[in-house]
Nanobody, 124 residues
Framework: QVQLVESGGGLVQPGGSLRLSCAAS????????IGWFRQAPGKEREAVAC????????LYADSVKGRFTISRLNAQNTVYLQMNSLKPEDTAVYYC?????????????????WGQGTQVTVSS
């Protein structure tokens, strides 16, 4: 059974940090690209950070460049999203998803399985 389980969300003050985890099981992790996406209330879901199977050059949304870092540990079937200098506009439900394509992409249509999400709230 394919599973992607996000964790690490919570309430943090502006300027703070969180590290999200995406734990995968039920499939050959090394065969899939992994992406982090988010959806804020009333907004469309957007890509945040994406990594290829072998963790080549990652992709970041312009809004998070320099603040967020995606990392991948294939030996642990886990992808992390380190989020620093958080802003209120980062408030959203964060999802990880897998894609079987080669390379790296922020195209959500290429991702075929999604986790349930973890809430991140940035507020004072």
């Amino acid at each position: 059974q394919v599973q992607l389980v996000e964790s690490g969300g919570g309430l943090v003050q502006p300027g703070g940090s969180l590290r999200l985890s995406c734990a995968a099981s039920g499939f050959i992790f090394n065969d899939y690209a992994i992406g982090w996406f988010r959806q804020a209330p009333g907004k469309e879901r957007e890509a945040v950070a994406c990594t290829s199977r072998r963790f080549g050059m990652p992709l970041y949304a312009d809004s998070v460049k320099g603040r967020f870092t995606i990392s991948r540990l294939n030996a642990q079937n886990t992808v992390y999203l380190q989020m620093n200098s958080l802003k209120p506009e980062d408030t959203a439900v964060y999802y990880c998803a897998r894609g079987s394509f080669a390379g790296v992409s922020s195209d959500q249509d290429l991702y075929d399985y999604w986790g349930q999400g973890t809430q991140v709230t940035v507020s004072s």
